[in-house]
């Protein structure tokens, strides 16, 4: 227990890259997944075509070979930004994917009619879009949305492998010098537990709100 | 709502202006950005003809194929424990017997909120301190399984309370004991029910085996990587790899959504419930 406490401000810094990481990536996943939403259900084709390429094109590449392209690889084009920025990006366009999925599902449980009056009052597309089917789409799936979330609390710990140094790192940077691993272990897993457990708690909180009920 | 075509009109003759308008500006922006990224490349000197031709030949593709090929057993072997052990685990959640159902409940809860690559990192570094060393296969697929289990038991348990109520209840008339009916009647029909959801967990599965980097575990990634370190064409091999692994994805979904579709119109028969 005493090599939690000796060591905490190393593990808490890496704790809090952890949290910076999951909001700033996930706030960006968010905006760009609702984005790419738009465009896979907008009337321009080539916009429809794009936006399922980049989707299936992110379902279906690990996030691990993102990193490792964009960390090590991209350099050699001078592509060159700040590690943790890096890892940053590569989570917001890798889990955009899975919200723009989420988001889709959602767009398909908003009643036909919906839509339909939408036309009917001669709104165009982008403006049904954004006054009538998103706003319903988007309260459907705060709960699938909210598993993105958790998903990217776990994948942020890949940003371990390729150096950043976050919650997964510190706590085996730790471990490393300690060897003392069933403490650090299980603290750093208690750590993410708790991270997902906020998130699921919230958007349980935050479905409570904005749900309709009919 | 069926698809996208709800939400706009059939366009009528400004409505098709727009359209053109909108895609004309598409291409416009995307040939600008592909050019401007091929530019890049170029000045870099990463489209020389000399930096793409090693992959033009066999030897760096065998190379990269026995990588591939520790990929596809890791894999294989995470998705046949981790469904048996994801079985069991979906079974004792929904066991009447209160101990079995918290225990089960708290693994896969407590599996599902850690990340993979700690898992990974107590297999590698803990472990080891505690006499237990796997062999190197071993260390991929341990933690990887401990991590699947817990979704394959989500995606079961799903199956199972997506059955009618009465298919039990009628088992159970039968004379059919608890286990009879869970194993010849719910059971069967469950996983049919949730192959496709099964076999998307195998593509995200087939994603995580790229953890073996960490590992040192000689798959896809790990060959790119020790193939980079010697060739130095990083860009080139990490896109190659990337695209190998979007190849084995695209084919592993669209199996699953064939799969989907089979069994929508297999469901889709005219089995009718009367309802008293």
């Known amino acids: 227990m005493n090599v939690l406490l000796d060591n905490l401000p190393a593990l808490l810094d890496g704790l809090w890259t952890t949290v910076w990481m999951t909001v700033v990536a996930g706030v960006g996943a968010l905006i760009l997944g609702v984005l790419v939403t738009a465009a896979r259900v907008s009337p321009v084709p080539i916009l429809r075509g794009l936006a399922f390429g980049y989707v299936q094109f992110f379902l279906n590449v690990p996030a691990l070979a993102l990193l490792v392209l964009f960390v090590f ?58 006054l009538v089917i998103l706003p319903q ?36 940077k730790v471990n490393l010098v300690h060897a003392q691993p069933i403490p650090i272990f299980v603290g750093a897993g208690l750590a993410y537990m708790a991270l997902a457990l906020v998130i699921g708690l919230s958007t349980g909180f935050v479905e409570r709100r904005v749900a309709i009920f009919r | 709502m069926s698809g996208p075509s709800v939400l706009f009109d059939e366009p009528g003759p400004r409505g098709r202006r727009r359209i053109r308008v909108a895609s004309i500006v598409t291409v416009v922006v995307l040939v600008a950005v592909v050019v401007l990224a091929l530019r890049v490349f170029a000045s870099h000197g990463q489209l020389d003809a000399d930096r793409w031709r090693p992959f033009g030949q066999w030897p760096i593709w065998s190379y990269l194929l026995v990588g591939l090929r520790g990929t596809v057993q890791a894999a294989a072997l995470v998705a046949v424990l981790g469904a048996a052990f994801g079985l069991v ?19 896969i809860e407590i599996a599902r909120t850690l990340p993979v690559l ?26 990887l399984t401990v991590a699947n289990a817990a979704a394959f038991a989500e995606i079961f348990r ?68 020790v193939l980079a370190a010697y060739n130095h064409l990083l860009v080139q091999t990490y896109l190659v790899v990337t695209l190998v692994y979007l190849v084995c994805n695209l084919l592993l979904s669209g199996a699953a959504y064939r799969l989907q579709t089979f069994t929508r119109r297999r469901t889709a028969a005219p089995v009718v419930e009367k309802t008293p």
């Open chain 1, 73 to 130: 690889a991209l350099p050699d084009v001078g592509l060159l930004m700040p590690l943790t920025t890096t890892a940053v990006v590569v989570l917001v366009i890798y889990e955009a994917a899975y919200v723009a999925e989420a988001v889709r599902s959602g767009i398909n449980t908003v009643a036909m009619g919906q839509a339909e009056a939408a036309r009917a009052l001669g709104l165009t597309f982008v403006q049904s879009l954004r």
């Open chain 1, 137 to 172: 789409a988007l309260r459907a799936v705060v709960q699938p949305v909210g598993n993105v979330m958790i998903a990217l609390v776990m994948n942020t710990s890949l940003a371990a492998a390729v150096g950043v140094v976050e919650l997964t790192a510190s706590a085996n």
């Open chain 2, 89 to 107: 685990l979906a079974l004792g959640r929904l066991s009447p017997v209160r101990p079995i159902r918290w225990l089960a409940t708290a693994y």
């Open chain 2, 118 to 143: 700690l898992l990974i990192y107590v297999t590698l570094f803990a472990l080891p301190a505690y006499g237990l060393n796997l062999p190197l296969l071993w260390k991929l697929v341990l933690p």
């Open chain 2, 158 to 225: 799903a199956g199972v309370l997506s059955m009618p109520r009465g298919q039990n209840e009628a088992a159970l008339s039968l004379g059919m004991t608890r286990g009879q009916s869970m194993r010849l009647v719910v059971l069967p029909q469950a996983l049919r029910a949730v192959a496709p959801s099964v076999v998307s967990q195998l593509v995200s599965l087939l994603k995580d085996t790229s953890l073996g980097y960490i590992v040192a575990f000689t798959e896809l990634l790990y060959r790119a990587q």
